[in-house]
């Protein structure tokens, strides 16, 4: 690097690339990941996403995933618990989905096209952890028979009654069950009005007449300090988030404005959900800036915001930034090679024995954690588990930089399969202390696939 034609030092250069590195948005490189829904449980946060499909022409989306992250920065990809062979009802279109706790029991609410009907519906899929497996809990729609009936949102009152909204155009809720998977009575749609939501409901709508909004899909329905929120993807396409708040679970409600305006993130659609961690909130979104990306390879983001005073929601912009970090990773323990603050060139896979773990490793590529916490610790050998049923390679295990100082190169060979794993080891060569972004910089033959990588561990 050179400014006014002087070399700035090495360790200079390395320590503004420190700097600047981290998290970023999209939240996930190795996969298209859409319409994100937070849920907080037991100090971690959960995001259930579709799944955009490399190279898609709609969204002909076929599985649901989870990440989940303890700090902002690293995400660890759980894979994908729940997909619509999982509902023998269902044969197309995995939208955007929500999953909330009740009574140590996670309920995932899902769209999907029902064979039944030939429309949209919605079904619900329970488990007993956050990452599953799920599996359908009544073995049919919650509610079926409407091109409509997409995007659920699922938020559980002080008073134990869960209420289920969902919609495009319109807006429909049901007072849920305590079993969360029935409902008594009729589907309620909303009556929308110029006050309520910008612009009255699609079908009294005047077409000449320019309106402040209008509600178009992916509500997300929670409540704080005593108010109901209803946030939702807005203005017909392309999309930007507004939201209406109200002090009843079923309104009226009252529009309140933008949250995220159009900007140019190269998706036509956007679809948010909100959530507190760790004394902080988040405005989670999707774009189309994942390379390869756009309106139907839509990748997650996340910014930080404040709620004003008087609870109302301020307006949040895109940026590559996303979320700075609220904790720390320890290196000194295993870590999945799928937890990631960001990555070039790898995907992720899985099986029932070894659960996700990091393929289509070539060389050049590399996977990155944030804010590896090595304390005074000084590891002396860095271990991971590998698999490669070709020649293997290298992994350089560098600080701060994908340049940065090499403190160990493991060498990785052939185990004779890409699910035949070994651990191995190597020295690190030099005295490790303190905070450190490390790249896992994976280098070997030019073309092929060099080998997979299940977990690491600095000793
Ligand atoms: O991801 C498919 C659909 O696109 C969602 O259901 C909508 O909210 C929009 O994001």
Redesign the pocket.
């Known amino acids: 690097m050179r400014i006014h034609g002087k070399a700035i030092l090495p360790a200079l250069a390395m320590a503004m690339c420190a700097m600047t590195a981290g998290a970023k948005n999209p939240i996930v490189q190795t996969c298209y990941t859409?319409?994100p829904a937070p849920m907080v449980h037991d100090g971690t946060l959960y995001v259930y996403t579709?799944h955009?499909e490399d190279g898609a022409d709609f969204?002909w989306?076929q599985e649901w995933r989870v990440y989940s992250t303890t700090d902002m920065v690293n995400w660890t990809d759980h894979g994908s618990p729940l997909a619509i062979e999982d509902f023998a009802w269902g044969d197309d279109?995995?939208?955007?989905p929500q999953c909330v706790e009740r009574n140590g029991k996670f309920y995932f609410y899902v769209?999907l096209h029902s064979k039944l009907s030939g429309t949209m519906a919605i079904g619900v899929a329970v488990g007993d952890s956050p990452t599953g497996p799920f599996k359908d809990a009544i073995g049919k729609p919650l509610v079926d028979g409407s091109w409509d009936y997409?995007?659920p949102t699922v938020f559980i009152d002080d008073d134990g009654q869960a209420y289920l909204y969902w919609g495009?155009p319109e807006i429909y809720y049901v007072k849920l069950n305590s079993d969360m998977v029935s409902f008594d009575g009729e589907v309620c749609k909303i009556e929308q009005s110029e006050e309520g939501f910008g612009a009255p409901g699609p079908k009294v709508r005047e077409k000449e007449k320019k309106y402040r909004d209008n509600y178009?899909?992916?509500p997300w329905f929670y409540k704080r300090g005593g108010k109901y929120y209803l946030v939702y993807?807005a203005g017909g396409v392309p999309?930007h988030i507004a939201y209406s708040m109200s002090d009843s679970p079923t309104g009226p409600w009252k529009y309140m404005g933008e949250i995220m305006p159009l900007c140019d993130t190269g998706?036509f659609?956007?679809?948010s959900g909100i959530a507190d961690y760790k004394g902080k909130s988040y405005f989670f979104y999707?774009t189309g800036k994942l390379p390869g990306g756009g309106g139907f390879a839509?990748s997650m983001a996340v910014e930080p915001f404040e709620y004003n005073a008087d609870g109302t929601i301020p307006t949040i912009m895109p940026t590559e930034e996303g979320a700075p970090a609220v904790g720390t990773l320890n290196p000194m323990k295993r870590v999945e090679a799928e937890t990631m603050a960001w990555s070039k060139g790898v995907k992720t896979e899985s099986n029932a024995k070894m659960g996700v773990y990091v393929s289509d490793i070539h060389n050049g590529d590399f996977v990155m954690v944030a804010k590896a916490d090595f304390g005074n610790k000084k590891p002396k050998k860095f271990g991971a588990s590998v698999a490669s049923a070709l020649r293997g390679g290298t992994i350089e295990v560098r600080m701060d930089s994908e340049d940065g100082e090499l403190i160990a190169s493991l060498q990785v060979p052939g185990t004779g399969g890409w699910e035949e794993w070994r651990y191995i080891k190597t020295p690190v060569s030099t005295d490790v202390t303190g905070v450190h972004d490390i790249y896992f910089v994976f280098k070997g033959r030019k073309g092929p696939k060099l080998f997979n990588m299940d977990y690491w561990k600095f000793e």
């Open positions: 859409t319409d579709g955009d969204f989306m279109r995995a939208w955007a769209p997409i995007d495009n178009t899909e992916g993807a999309e998706s659609t956007n679809h999707h839509r």
